[in-house]
């Protein structure tokens, strides 16, 4: 399981306020391994749907719980 920056067990580092960068938070993740399901809750299901976009070699399904899909954060 990843936790976003400043979140969960992840220590505080920057603010990470657009989704293009949260996203690149995880490219390493996806980039480095077979391709996997990833899940998005909240405020990560736009992370998740918009790093199947740009990796769809990458993501073999998509779960979304209860995302958050502010258009602020297009």
């Given at each position: 399981?990843?936790?976003?920056?400043?979140?969960?067990?992840?220590?505080?580092?920057?603010?990470m306020?657009?989704?293009?960068?949260?996203?690149?938070?995880?490219e390493?993740?996806?980039?480095?391994?077979?391709?996997?399901?990833?899940?998005?809750?909240?405020?990560?299901?736009?992370?998740?749907?918009?790093?199947?976009?740009?990796?769809?070699?990458?993501?073999?399904?998509?779960?979304?719980?209860?995302?958050?899909?502010?258009?602020?954060?297009?």
């Open positions: 399981a990843y936790d976003r920056p400043r979140f969960g067990r992840t220590s505080p580092s920057q603010v306020s657009s989704l293009s960068d949260q996203v690149a938070t995880i390493p993740f996806l980039l480095s391994s077979e391709p996997v399901v990833l899940v998005g809750h909240s405020l990560g299901a736009p992370i998740a749907v918009a790093a199947a976009i740009a990796h769809p070699s990458k993501v073999s399904a998509l779960v979304l719980v209860s995302g958050c899909f502010d258009p602020a954060f297009e």
